[in-house]
């Protein structure tokens, strides 16, 4: 018996370990929106990261939708989960100075699983934005930008120069990039699209307007006609294996762990 007992033991600890080693994102992230975890909707996008706090939702929410999100060159579906889409002008989650985070960022990585669902809604589309004030001089607006056609645009520093991002209708796609004081990296599901030169934060003046579905809370109106289920942003350049491991940690959530579990068991009582 006493055996038994100590072989169970070790079932437990190998059956569970590779799903807790795919469940587990890159730590550290300063912003962390999960649409599948807020506990703030429907009035705000709860922060699951360090820097805590919520995003508000804007003159109207995003609607909070549940389906199945797949990019087939990752080999990546997750079925019967939420996200959050943009239907109408205004529909966004971030609001003016004091309503949100502060992201103390100097070198910085953003990342989103998102797709572009039509057109513009208004005049432009703008997909999301953070900056250290608003409308400030250049520099001090990342941006991300104004959308045309199927590609991401950037504002500043770089003004409107596509970065092969490519927001293909209808399909969902893992972006990312990021700067250090040496260069900025873009991907798009985790294949490296373009290099370009650095762009980094002031630490001491931190990143106080944070906008998803819109540049700025003041462009509410300019809202983007998409979906985002995770979005993310660290304090450093992730490397392309974290953004990697990122991925394989939100595709995790596909595996059913009672189903390894049974497997691994019944393969441990073949063997003793």
């Given amino acids: 018996m006493r055996r038994a007992v100590s072989i169970l033991s070790v ?16 730590p550290g992230a300063l912003l962390h929106l999960d649409a599948s975890d807020n506990p703030g909707h429907p009035d705000a996008w709860t922060n699951l990261g360090a820097a805590g706090g919520e995003l508000p939702a804007g003159d109207k929410t995003p609607i909070l939708e549940t389906g199945t999100i797949e990019i087939p060159g990752l080999g ?3 079925k019967s989960t939420k996200f959050y889409t943009c239907k109408q002008s205004d529909q966004t989650f971030g609001g003016p100075e004091g309503t949100n985070p502060e992201l103390p960022l100097a070198s910085w990585t953003f ?35 104004r959308q ?4 991401l645009f950037t504002t500043r520093p770089v003004a409107h120069k596509a970065h092969g991002i490519d927001l293909e209708l209808g399909e969902w ?35 106080k307007f944070i906008c998803i579905f819109c ?31 990122n991925i394989t940690a939100t595709a995790a959530r596909a595996i059913d762990p009672a ?13 003793y």
């Avoid at 045309?148 to 590609?151: I, V």
């Avoid at 004081?181 to 003046?205: E, I, P, T, W």
């Avoid at 189903?259 to 063997?271: I, N, P, R, Y």
């Fill in 215 to 245: 540049g700025h809370h003041g462009e509410r109106d300019r809202s983007f006609n998409g979906s985002f289920a995770v979005v993310r942003i660290y304090d450093k350049v992730l490397s392309k294996n974290e953004i990697m491991r």
């Fill in 173 to 207: 796609t893992w972006i990312a990039f990021g700067s250090d004081k040496d260069r900025s990296v873009f991907y798009q599901d985790g294949k490296v699209v373009d290099r370009d030169g650095a762009y980094v934060f002031n630490r001491v003046l931190p990143v």
């Fill in 11 to 26: 079932v437990f600890f190998l059956a569970g370990a590779p799903t807790m080693a795919l469940a587990d994102a890159v």
């Fill in 148 to 151: 045309k056609g199927g590609e």
């Fill in 76 to 78: 990546f579906t997750l």
């Fill in 111 to 145: 990342e989103a699983l998102m797709k572009r669902n039509g057109n513009v809604l208004f005049k432009e589309h703008w997909v999301f934005g953070f900056a250290v004030e608003a409308f400030g001089p250049i520099g001090a607006f990342l941006g991300a930008g």
């Fill in 259 to 271: 189903s390894k579990l049974a497997t691994t068991w019944g393969m441990v009582k073949e063997s």
